[in-house]
């Protein structure tokens, strides 16, 4: 079945620096993925919807320059978190789909999350 | 808008017995509906999907989810839980136009006593 890849799993950085988040469709062509952060205890929020080759749409209240998303292939999307800081810990997951699948292959593939903490 | 309501928080339930995990949805058309289910520090898992057809849905560890279109529901059900079972379990609404993004609720923390 499709396999989506996150990495890195967890990192811990420093307040000010940048932290850069893969998300990498393994065995099929993701046209859109999708970001999303979550905090403890609590569901998924949407961050951002990114196609390939076009710029990211930003949920309401998701600072654009701060979640740098990048999609320049059909098999990996970036994350850049920037100068972050404290209140940026989060959980933070991709999701990929092939808009080219439908029908019963309909479906989203989730990435294994990452663990950002920064101190 | 879109939204989907889980109203269970938090759920405790015996080994062996059964199941229900409630899910509410309020959307335009009918959409297509999930459950995933995640466990601490993991990503997420589909259980089972519904775009149409019959109502009744079979996913994996013997999972299944009914959708009712009268009362905007697809409740996931488990006739014996398991103590691998106690996990988060989502439900979300994935949106047919535009982005087809998808809409989660709340989750419902599933606990399993011995």
């Known amino acids: 079945g499709a396999v989506v890849s996150q990495h890195p799993s967890w990192v811990i950085c420093k307040s000010g620096t940048s932290v850069k988040i893969e998300c990498r469709s393994l065995?099929?062509?993701?046209?859109?993925m999708f970001w999303y952060r979550q905090f403890p205890k609590q569901s998924l929020m949407l961050m951002a919807t990114?196609?390939?080759?076009?710029?990211?749409?930003?949920e309401q209240g998701v600072e654009k320059d701060k979640f740098l998303i990048n999609h320049a292939s059909l098999t990996l999307s970036t994350l850049t978190v920037t100068s972050a800081h404290p209140e940026d810990s989060s959980f933070y997951i991709c999701?990929?789909?092939?808009?080219?699948?439908?029908?019963?292959?309909?479906?989203?593939?989730f990435g294994s999350g990452t663990r950002l903490t920064v101190v | 808008a879109q939204s989907v309501t889980q109203p269970d928080i938090h759920i405790t339930v015996s080994e062996g017995a059964s199941l229900e995990l409630r899910c509410n949805y309020s959307?335009?058309?009918?959409?297509?509906l999930f459950w995933y289910v995640q466990s601490p520090g993991q990503g997420l898992q589909l259980l089972l999907k519904y775009f149409s057809g019959d109502t009744l849905v079979q996913g994996i560890k013997g999972f299944e989810a009914e959708f009712k279109r009268s009362q905007s529901s697809f409740n996931l059900r488990k006739p014996s839980v398991h103590w691998s079972d106690a996990a988060e379990y989502f439900c979300a609404v994935g949106l047919i136009q535009g982005a087809q993004k998808l809409v989660f609720g709340q989750g419902t923390r599933l606990t399993i006593n011995p």
């Open positions: 999701s990929a789909r092939d808009l080219t699948a439908g029908g019963a292959n309909y479906g989203y593939t």
């Open positions: 990114s196609n390939e080759g076009s710029k990211a749409t930003y």
């Open positions: 065995d099929f062509q993701a046209t859109t």
């Open positions: 959307y335009g058309a009918t959409p297509y």
